[in-house]
């Protein structure tokens, strides 16, 4: 099992940038893939990308790809979601959630942080 706390999150102007951390505690990070996910009101939990064990692989959305960089750092329990050139609609409870296999559903990730809050201002 493992405990997730998410960190960074803020209020930033469009066009700036966040970078959002994930930090682990329990059973070694090493052992799953992470996965990012929003959710703003009114809507469903959104994926953002994810990336393999040991950091070869990522995946991001189409909506992201080119803008958002996921990464992590097993030795310190830390997975990262840095965001540039954010836009307004991107607003939203950004979540970081452990899984032991690559999805990009949410319903495939056992273990989840409570959220951090990303607020993008026009």
């Known amino acids: 099992q493992v405990q997730l706390v998410e960190s960074g999150g803020g209020l930033v102007q469009a066009g700036g940038s966040l970078r959002l951390s994930c930090a682990a505690s329990?059973?070694?990070?090493?052992?799953?893939?992470m996965g990012w996910f929003r959710q703003a009101p009114g809507k469903e939990r959104e994926f953002v990308g994810a990336?393999?064990?040991?950091?070869?692989?990522?995946y991001y959305s189409d909506s992201v790809k080119g803008r958002f960089t996921i990464s992590r750092n097993n030795a310190a329990n830390t997975v990262y979601l840095q965001m540039n050139s954010l836009k307004p609609e991107e607003t939203a409870v950004y979540y970081c959630?452990?899984?032991?296999?690559?999805?990009?559903?949410?319903?495939?990730?056992?273990?989840w942080g409570q959220g951090t809050q990303v607020t993008v201002s026009s």
């Open positions: 959630a452990a899984s032991s296999y690559y999805s990009d559903s949410p319903i495939n990730y056992n273990y």
């Open positions: 329990g059973r070694a990070l090493s052992s799953y893939y």
């Open positions: 990336i393999s064990w040991y950091g070869a692989n990522t």
